[in-house]
Each structure stands twice: as structure tokens, then as C-alpha cells.
């Protein structure tokens, strides 16, 4: 399998932005591996931080459901 297609399907698989998207494949292309992982170093950091905010989301919603719990019990 070409090595672009491949880098395409996993950053997608992975919820990487288009524009990180084509980044890399120019970098991969030009052979500058070095600002290729800076490029997906920066994803990473951006799906992680979505993570992130996600968790404060749920960690919102599992307050709301114990404060319901207790007020059940009263």
C-alpha cells in the first residue's frame, strides 16, 4: 500500500483536522520526517486535549447524576 494512503487513513481513523491531513502527506512527500512527527506530534496533542474536555463533560454529568441520587433519597 502506498505510504500516503496509508498516512491519510490513519490520521483520519484517528480524527485528524484535513489540513494536518495534507501537512503531513507534503512533509512525507518532501521527506522531512523530522516536522512529519512535530506535524503528528501536534495532532496527537490536539486529540488529546479534545479528550480532555470530553472527561471535564462527563465528569460534569456523573456530578448532576449524584446530586439526583441524593435528592432521590430525601
Not at 22 to 31: H, I, M, N, P, T
Not at 53 to 71: C, F, G, P, S, T
Request: glycine share 2%; aromatic share 0%; net charge neutral.
Amino acid at each position: 500500500m502506498d505510504e500516503r494512503i496509508s498516512l491519510r487513513r490513519c490520521m483520519q481513523d484517528a480524527g485528524c483536522a484535513e489540513d494536518s491531513i495534507r501537512q503531513a502527506e507534503a512533509l512525507l512527500a518532501s521527506g522531512d520526517v523530522r516536522e512529519l512527527i512535530q506535524c503528528l506530534r501536534t495532532c496527537r496533542c490536539e486529540q488529546l486535549d479534545a479528550l480532555h474536555e470530553k472527561q471535564k463533560q462527563l465528569d460534569r454529568l456523573d456530578l448532576l447524576i449524584r446530586k439526583a441520587r441524593k435528592e432521590e433519597k430525601t
